[in-house]
Antibody, heavy 118, light 108 residues
Framework: QAQLQQWGAGLLKPSETLSLTCAVY????????WTWIRQSPGRGLEWIGK???????IYTPSLRSRVTMSVDTIKKQFSLRLSSVNGADTGRYYC????????????WGRGTQVTVSS | DIVMTQSPATLSVSPGERATLSCRAS??????LAWYQQRPGQAPTLLIY???TRATGIPARFSGSGSGTVFTLTISSLQSEDFAVYYC??????????FGGGTKVEIK
């Protein structure tokens, strides 16, 4: 059964860059859209963006200037970078597998808690 | 952005009873709506997509209905593992994909 395993730094200072990676195990990679979603008490679930096997991305408009996603189809991994973080970026970040259109998510990673604090 | 509003915020239900959760969109999303369940300390799990199609492995006690701006998730007979938070999500118009604020189903 496919699994997503994610990792990255959990404590950042304001203005630093958040960097997370998610690996796909025991499942196909090229048939899906790969997504990052975050969750916080104040903002709820927030879709950050998606990337496909060719590296084509779509980002949420509110974060577009700070977000970069990348993909490595050989390693079956995809990554998120969010620059110039601040306290509003604190939350739990999930990687997720989207269906072929990237519209809904049938497999999620366990999440990484990211805290931004000076 | 399409705003998704869920009600009630908290629903108190006894085991074995029916639970009815509502989700309203700020504009029509056709049937481009998904439902998720999130248990404490876990990631969300996809329950329903296309407003009414159960995801793989989801029990038949979960059903979704609605179209346009008004949607319902019904859990026909609540089991202990169903006490959780439920979220709706639209995918008709994006970016961004947007989620509702959630309904917590708690034991009465």
């Amino acid at each position: 059964q496919a699994q997503l395993q994610q990792w990255g730094a959990g404590l950042l200072k304001p203005s630093e860059t958040l960097s997370l990676t998610c690996a796909v195990y025991d499942g196909a990679f090229i048939d899906y859209q790969w997504t990052w979603i975050r969750q916080s008490p104040g903002r709820g679930l927030e879709w950050i963006g998606k990337i496909d096997r060719s590296g084509t991305t779509i980002y949420t408009p509110s974060l577009r200037s700070r977000v970069t996603m990348s993909v490595d189809t050989i390693k079956k991994q995809f990554s998120l970078r969010l620059s110039s973080v601040n306290g509003a970026d604190t939350g739990r970040y999930y990687c997720a597998r989207g269906n072929w259109g990237g519209w809904y998510f049938d497999l999620w990673g366990r999440g990484t808690q990211v805290t931004v604090s000076s | 952005d399409i705003v998704m509003t869920q009600s009630p915020a908290t629903l108190s239900v006894s085991p074995g009873e029916r639970a009815t959760l509502s989700c309203r969109a700020s504009q029509s999303v056709s049937t481009s709506l998904a439902w998720y369940q999130q248990r404490p300390g876990q990631a969300p799990t996809l329950l329903i997509y296309g407003a009414s199609t159960r995801a793989t492995g989801i029990p038949a006690r979960f059903s979704g209905s609605g179209s346009g701006t008004v949607f319902t998730l019904t859990i026909s007979s609540l089991q202990s593992e169903d006490f959780a938070v439920y979220y709706c999500q639209q995918y008709n118009e994006w970016p961004p994909l947007t989620f509702g604020g959630g309904t917590k189903v708690e034991i009465k």
